[in-house]
C-alpha cells in the first residue's frame, strides 16, 4: 500500500491563481481530512469528510473548497489564492472507530506559497 | 468548542533522561480521545500515544507513557530514557469521534530538542 498520498510537494502561486491540491489513499478509508500547518499554530482543520459525497466545514474552511466523489480521492481547491494561504497542508485518512479508536493517516505535506 | 493548550514551546532534555510535556483541553464531552503526534524534521506526522477518555488507565508504548487526569483535563506525555531519534515536535491532539469522523484539534505543539 502506497498509504496517503499529496501531489505536488511544494507549489509556488501567484495572487489570484486558482489550483488543486490532490490526496489519495489506497487503505479503503472512509474518513478523510485535511489540515493546513502554519508556524507557531500547529495543525488546523480545514474541511473533512466522512465518505463519497460527504464533505463539512472545519476551523479554517474559508477560501477552500472540497468534494468527494470516490472513497480514494479527496482534492482541496484554492479558488483564489492569497498570501494568507502560505502553509503546509496535510491530508489524513482513517477507518471507522469501531469499539477502538482507530488512527489517523496523514499524508507528506503540501508545501504552497503564495506571493 | 474544543481547545488543546501545550504551554511549552520548547523543551531541553539531556540523553537518557526523563522529560515530561504538558498538555490541557478543554471540552463538554465526557467521552473522547487524546493523542500525541511526533513530527520531526520529514514533517511527517507519526501518532506517538493515544488515550481514550473512558479508560482510566495510562496508556504506555514502550519507552513513551501518558498521564491522564480526567477531572483537570490534563494529558501529559513522559518519555523515558530520551534518545536522540526522539528530537522533534509534539503536538497533543483532541477527537470526539476518534474514528477521525470530526478530525483532530491540534495544541501549537513542544519542540523537544535532545542534548547528546
Known amino acids: 500500500n502506497a498509504g496517503v498520498t499529496q501531489t505536488p510537494k511544494f507549489q509556488v502561486l501567484k495572487t489570484g491563481q486558482s489550483m488543486t491540491l490532490q490526496c489519495a489513499q489506497d487503505?479503503?478509508?472512509?474518513?478523510m481530512s485535511w489540515y493546513r500547518q502554519d508556524p507557531g499554530m500547529g495543525l488546523r482543520l480545514i474541511h473533512y469528510s466522512v465518505g463519497a459525497g460527504i464533505t463539512d466545514q472545519g476551523e479554517v474552511p474559508n477560501g477552500y473548497n472540497v468534494s468527494r466523489s470516490t472513497t480514494e480521492d479527496f482534492p482541496l481547491r484554492l479558488l483564489s489564492a492569497a498570501p494568507s494561504q502560505t502553509s503546509v497542508y496535510f491530508c489524513?485518512?482513517?477507518?471507522?472507530?469501531?469499539?477502538?479508536?482507530?488512527?489517523?493517516?496523514f499524508g507528506p505535506g503540501t508545501r504552497l506559497t503564495v506571493l | 468548542a474544543q481547545t488543546v493548550t501545550q504551554s511549552q514551546p520548547e523543551m531541553s532534555v539531556q540523553e537518557a533522561e526523563t522529560v515530561t510535556l504538558s498538555c490541557t483541553y478543554d471540552t463538554s464531552e465526557s467521552d473522547y480521545y487524546l493523542f500525541w503526534y511526533k513530527q520531526p524534521p520529514s514533517r511527517q506526522m507519526i501518532l506517538v500515544i493515544r488515550?481514550?477518555?473512558?479508560?482510566?488507565q495510562n496508556a504506555t508504548e514502550n519507552r513513551f507513557s501518558v498521564n491522564f487526569q480526567k477531572a483537570a483535563k490534563s494529558f501529559s506525555l513522559k518519555i523515558s530514557d530520551s534518545q536522540l531519534g526522539d528530537a522533534a515536535m509534539y503536538f497533543c491532539?483532541?477527537?470526539?469521534?476518534?474514528?477521525?469522523?470530526?478530525?483532530?484539534?491540534f495544541g501549537k505543539g513542544t519542540h523537544l530538542i535532545i542534548q547528546p
Open positions: 489524513a485518512s482513517s477507518p471507522p472507530g469501531l469499539v477502538g479508536v482507530s488512527e489517523q493517516f
Open positions: 491532539a483532541y477527537s470526539y469521534s476518534g474514528g477521525g469522523a470530526d478530525g483532530l484539534t
Open positions: 488515550q481514550e477518555a473512558y479508560k482510566q
Open positions: 487503505m479503503n478509508h472512509e474518513y
